[in-house]
Nanobody, 122 residues
Framework: QVQLVESGGGSVQFGGSLRLTCARS????????MAWYRQALGKQRELVAS???????NYADSVKGRFTISRDSAKNTVYLEMNSLEPEDTAIYYC????????????????WGQGTQVTVSS
Protein backbone atom coordinates (compact mmCIF):
# COMPACT_ATOMS: atom_id res chain seq x y z
CA GLN A 1 0.00 0.00 0.00
CA VAL A 2 1.23 3.46 -0.87
CA GLN A 3 2.17 5.68 2.04
CA LEU A 4 3.05 9.34 1.87
CA VAL A 5 4.88 11.08 4.69
CA GLU A 6 5.27 14.85 4.74
CA SER A 7 7.91 16.73 6.67
CA GLY A 8 9.46 20.17 6.76
CA GLY A 9 6.60 22.21 8.14
CA GLY A 10 7.06 24.69 10.93
CA SER A 11 6.68 28.28 12.03
CA VAL A 12 8.33 31.13 10.15
CA GLN A 13 8.00 34.87 9.95
CA PHE A 14 6.62 36.88 7.06
CA GLY A 15 8.98 36.63 4.11
CA GLY A 16 10.62 33.44 5.31
CA SER A 17 11.11 30.15 3.49
CA LEU A 18 10.39 26.50 4.07
CA ARG A 19 10.87 23.34 2.07
CA LEU A 20 8.31 20.60 2.41
CA THR A 21 9.20 17.01 1.62
CA CYS A 22 6.87 14.15 0.72
CA ALA A 23 8.41 10.70 0.82
CA ARG A 24 6.58 7.83 -0.83
CA SER A 25 6.82 4.19 0.15
CA UNK A 26 4.99 1.21 -1.25
CA UNK A 27 4.44 0.11 -4.80
CA UNK A 28 2.46 2.14 -7.33
CA UNK A 29 2.05 0.87 -10.89
CA UNK A 30 1.65 4.23 -12.60
CA UNK A 31 1.89 7.71 -11.14
CA UNK A 32 -0.29 10.20 -12.97
CA UNK A 33 0.62 13.16 -10.82
CA MET A 34 1.81 14.30 -7.45
CA ALA A 35 0.61 17.45 -5.81
CA TRP A 36 0.54 19.60 -2.74
CA TYR A 37 -2.73 20.78 -1.27
CA ARG A 38 -3.39 22.93 1.75
CA GLN A 39 -6.25 23.52 4.10
CA ALA A 40 -6.48 26.57 6.28
CA LEU A 41 -8.62 26.62 9.39
CA GLY A 42 -12.27 26.91 8.42
CA LYS A 43 -11.58 26.69 4.69
CA GLN A 44 -11.76 24.02 2.04
CA ARG A 45 -8.72 22.11 0.91
CA GLU A 46 -7.17 23.73 -2.15
CA LEU A 47 -4.59 22.76 -4.73
CA VAL A 48 -1.27 24.53 -4.26
CA ALA A 49 0.92 22.89 -6.90
CA SER A 50 0.92 19.78 -9.04
CA UNK A 51 3.46 17.89 -11.10
CA UNK A 52 2.47 15.37 -13.73
CA UNK A 53 4.46 12.33 -14.75
CA UNK A 54 5.45 14.14 -17.93
CA UNK A 55 6.86 17.02 -15.92
CA UNK A 56 4.11 19.59 -16.36
CA UNK A 57 3.68 21.89 -13.40
CA ASN A 58 0.65 23.83 -12.27
CA TYR A 59 0.37 26.37 -9.48
CA ALA A 60 -2.39 28.18 -7.69
CA ASP A 61 -2.40 31.86 -8.65
CA SER A 62 -1.73 32.82 -5.05
CA VAL A 63 1.62 31.02 -4.96
CA LYS A 64 2.95 31.55 -8.49
CA GLY A 65 6.44 32.94 -8.43
CA ARG A 66 6.90 32.04 -4.76
CA PHE A 67 6.48 28.25 -4.60
CA THR A 68 8.22 25.57 -6.65
CA ILE A 69 7.28 21.91 -6.88
CA SER A 70 9.93 19.39 -7.83
CA ARG A 71 10.69 15.71 -7.53
CA ASP A 72 13.53 13.28 -7.09
CA SER A 73 12.30 10.09 -8.72
CA ALA A 74 15.27 8.09 -7.47
CA LYS A 75 14.27 8.93 -3.91
CA ASN A 76 10.50 8.66 -4.47
CA THR A 77 10.26 12.16 -3.09
CA VAL A 78 8.43 15.33 -4.01
CA TYR A 79 9.32 18.75 -2.67
CA LEU A 80 7.60 22.07 -2.28
CA GLU A 81 9.97 25.00 -1.98
CA MET A 82 8.13 27.92 -0.43
CA ASN A 83 9.63 31.40 -0.47
CA SER A 84 8.34 34.84 0.48
CA LEU A 85 5.84 33.25 2.81
CA GLU A 86 2.84 35.25 3.90
CA PRO A 87 0.41 34.79 6.80
CA GLU A 88 -2.19 33.75 4.22
CA ASP A 89 -0.04 30.67 3.52
CA THR A 90 -0.73 29.36 7.02
CA ALA A 91 -2.38 25.96 6.66
CA ILE A 92 -1.91 22.24 6.91
CA TYR A 93 -0.15 21.09 3.76
CA TYR A 94 -0.98 17.68 2.34
CA CYS A 95 0.88 15.59 -0.19
CA UNK A 96 -1.23 13.84 -2.83
CA UNK A 97 -0.47 11.09 -5.30
CA UNK A 98 -2.83 10.11 -8.08
CA UNK A 99 -2.10 6.87 -9.84
CA UNK A 100 -2.99 3.31 -10.73
CA UNK A 101 -2.22 0.61 -8.22
CA UNK A 102 -1.79 -2.20 -10.72
CA UNK A 103 -2.03 -3.24 -14.39
CA UNK A 104 -5.53 -4.58 -13.77
CA UNK A 105 -6.72 -1.29 -12.34
CA UNK A 106 -8.56 0.86 -14.84
CA UNK A 107 -9.30 3.60 -12.33
CA UNK A 108 -6.90 5.98 -10.70
CA UNK A 109 -6.67 6.31 -6.95
CA UNK A 110 -5.80 9.25 -4.75
CA UNK A 111 -3.43 8.76 -1.84
CA TRP A 112 -2.87 11.35 0.89
CA GLY A 113 -0.30 12.05 3.52
CA GLN A 114 -1.13 13.00 7.08
CA GLY A 115 -0.29 16.65 6.57
CA THR A 116 2.27 19.05 7.96
CA GLN A 117 1.50 22.38 9.60
CA VAL A 118 2.91 25.60 8.18
CA THR A 119 2.44 28.76 10.23
CA VAL A 120 3.53 32.17 9.01
CA SER A 121 3.48 35.07 11.45
CA SER A 122 3.37 38.73 10.50
Amino acid sequence: QVQLVESGGGSVQFGGSLRLTCARSGFIFIINSMAWYRQALGKQRELVASLTSSGSKNYADSVKGRFTISRDSAKNTVYLEMNSLEPEDTAIYYCNLNGRIGPGSSKSTDFWGQGTQVTVSS
